[in-house]
């Protein structure tokens, strides 16, 4: 699948905006986090541009942007749907959650609000995971590994930025350098599953299944039915080299979870001060940087269905990237 | 609304069965399905740099050519690849905004492209490649089953059917309604066989492709070797020898 990078940037930004929003909205409202004002200002300042800067990116590959509102009117059968109205309707308890915690006024309904803004990102991360989890014709994206490995990356990088912004403002708290660490862990052993289990999984369409020709007999693609490139070559035909594919996964795993585990570790070795903070604003940095890389080749090595038309079964198919 | 339609009992199921022993390859169907969309209902379909070194274009309907079998057993296969009307059409359910939608009453899968925001979503669903983007119109195009010709009253009554079906000079494509068993496309898909593209995908494809007759290997046979190899006799063989000179 061809990785448009407005989708790319959109799923990275807001699921860390989302996982940034989850947390602070379970965790202020149970005194885990500092309730000052410029904590409360930064991070969901900081939560809300990552969210906004999302969505306004993935309006930017469709057709008619102007016409994006109509796409909430499907949630029955959609994820996309379901996702545009899930993410519009976290706004509403995310800036009553922002604004009375700017007015000092946390109480019971700003707790509320913070609670609804949490259940409000998580199944806004659910559903962006489930319209790629509900396209059969991918194999990479119909497989179990994607909704928690969508969840988990977006509670990881949402973590790193509260560690982040904790840190900033020199509040960072043992609990929150250790959730963040684990959560670097988890995401990275969901995501090494999920490539492992791509790579020993074999597509289930043949040629054959395809075409309703025999089994039995090789079927190769003769003569291609146009010249030149065309809409499903390049969107559905897209194709990274085997090697390129291993080396970013290496980069992803370097940059989304090695790194920003050290720099936490350094981070939390200095206990406090401006060296502290920008080591975990860069671990909160690489961290994200990585899940770019990570979320480019979620589209780059999906394969869809409509390539075996094309170029029948490549042996690489069932290929292992180690 | 892309929410699928409730299946009625004895509902229309209109599509194409395409015959892989006629087809001979002449993409006739795909130009005159491009020729008859390019205006109307479904245009305009854009080709993009039409008289330079790369051009490429939106069409709804391809032909495939592949080999079956190896060597001498070797055997070529024409494939026209187009919608098929899916009965579970993932392409519909995905749509955000209600531009894609299946007709209760006949079937057909259609886009309004006043709705569509091309998003690309429904082209991702679809496992055959069926919808192509209109990128110079943001919208997404796919095979209407010619709706605005079958059922158009100012054409003669054999005329109203798809563009491609009327083009295809060995009629290897057939049009009809798949939800009446006894109707001419319903006999010819179950006395051969008609089968279902990529069953395992769930859609359940309402259009069928009727199996090349025999896969068998096209080869001499020994009495017409043999036949080849006996030398003329009399006048024959005074015209070899002559020629032969």
Not at chain 1, 20 to 32: E, Q, R, V
Not at chain 2, 53 to 65: C, F
Not at chain 2, 83 to 103: I, L, N, Q
Not at chain 2, 176 to 194: F, I, T
Request: glycine fraction near 8%.
């Amino acid at each position: 699948m061809h990785p448009a990078l407005s989708i790319v940037f959109f799923t990275t930004s807001s699921g860390a905006g989302y996982g940034l929003l989850a947390w602070i909205g379970l965790l202020a409202p149970i005194g885990a986090l500092p309730l000052t004002r410029p904590f409360g200002a930064v991070s969901l300042v900081l939560a809300l541009a990552f969210i906004t800067a999302g969505l306004l990116s993935s309006t930017f590959h469709l057709g008619h942007p102007e016409r994006a509102w109509r796409a909430i009117s499907q949630w029955r059968s959609s994820w996309l749907s379901r996702e545009g109205l899930a993410a519009l309707a976290t706004y509403v308890p995310a800036l009553a959650f922002a604004g009375l915690w700017l007015l000092d006024g946390t109480g019971m309904l700003w707790s509320a609000c913070g609670l609804l803004a949490a259940a409000g990102s998580i199944v806004t991360v659910i559903c962006t995971a489930m319209i790629y989890r509900s396209l059969k014709p991918i194999r990479q994206w119909d497989n179990a590994w994607v909704l928690p490995s969508y969840l988990m990356l977006a509670a990881m990088t949402g973590a790193l930025w509260l560690a982040a912004a904790l840190s900033a403002l020199d509040v960072l708290r043992p609990a929150a350098t250790v959730l963040a660490a684990a959560l670097v862990l988890a995401a990275a052993a969901l995501k090494m599953a999920y490539w492992r289990s791509i790579d020993r999984n074999s597509a289930v369409s043949t040629l054959a299944s395809a075409t309703g020709l025999p089994r039995n007999r090789t079927i190769r693609p003769l003569d291609p039915p146009h010249t030149e490139e065309n809409y499903l070559l390049r969107e559905m035909g897209y194709r990274i080299a085997r090697r390129h594919a291993a080396k970013l996964r290496r980069i992803a795993a370097l940059g989304g979870f090695l790194a920003p585990l050290i720099l936490l570790a350094l981070a939390w070795v200095l206990r406090g001060g401006a060296a502290s903070a920008l080591l975990a604003l860069a671990a909160a940095l690489t961290a994200t940087a990585g899940v770019l890389v990570e979320r480019w080749l979620f589209f780059a090595e999906a394969k869809h269905t409509v390539a075996l038309y094309y170029r029948g079964e490549p042996s690489s198919d069932a290929h292992s990237l180690r | 609304m892309t929410s699928l339609p409730t299946p009625q009992p004895g509902a229309k199921k209109l599509a194409l069965v395409i015959d892989l022993d006629t087809c001979v390859g002449c993409h006739a169907c795909v130009v005159s399905c491009k020729e008859w969309n390019a205006f109307g209902e479904t245009g305009p379909l854009p080709e993009f740099g039409p008289y330079q070194s790369e051009p490429w274009g939106v069409w709804l309907n391809r032909v495939h050519t592949f080999e079956v079998g190896d060597g001498e057993d070797g055997r070529t296969v024409y494939f026209p690849k187009n919608c098929y009307h899916c009965e579970e059409p993932d392409c519909v359910t995905v749509c955000p905004t209600g531009a894609s939608y299946k007709r209760a009453e006949d079937g057909i899968v259609l886009v309004d492209a006043a709705l569509c925001i091309g998003c690309k979503l429904c082209s991702w669903a679809c496992p055959y490649g069926a919808r192509e983007l209109d990128g110079d119109g943001g919208v997404m195009k796919k095979c209407t089953l010619c709706v605005d010709r079958i059922y158009d009253e100012n054409l003669d009554e054999a005329a109203r059917i798809p563009a491609c079906v009327a083009a295809c000079p060995t009629s290897a494509r057939h049009f009809g309604d798949l939800g009446d068993a006894g109707s001419a496309v319903s006999k010819l898909v179950a006395e051969r066989g008609g089968c279902d593209p990529m069953p395992e995908m769930g859609y359940r494809p309402v259009g069928k492709y009727l199996p090349p007759r025999s896969m068998l290997p096209i080869r001499a046979t020994d009495e017409s070797a043999a036949q080849g190899s006996r030398s003329p006799n009399g006048f024959l063989r005074w015209v070899d020898r002559v020629l032969s000179r």
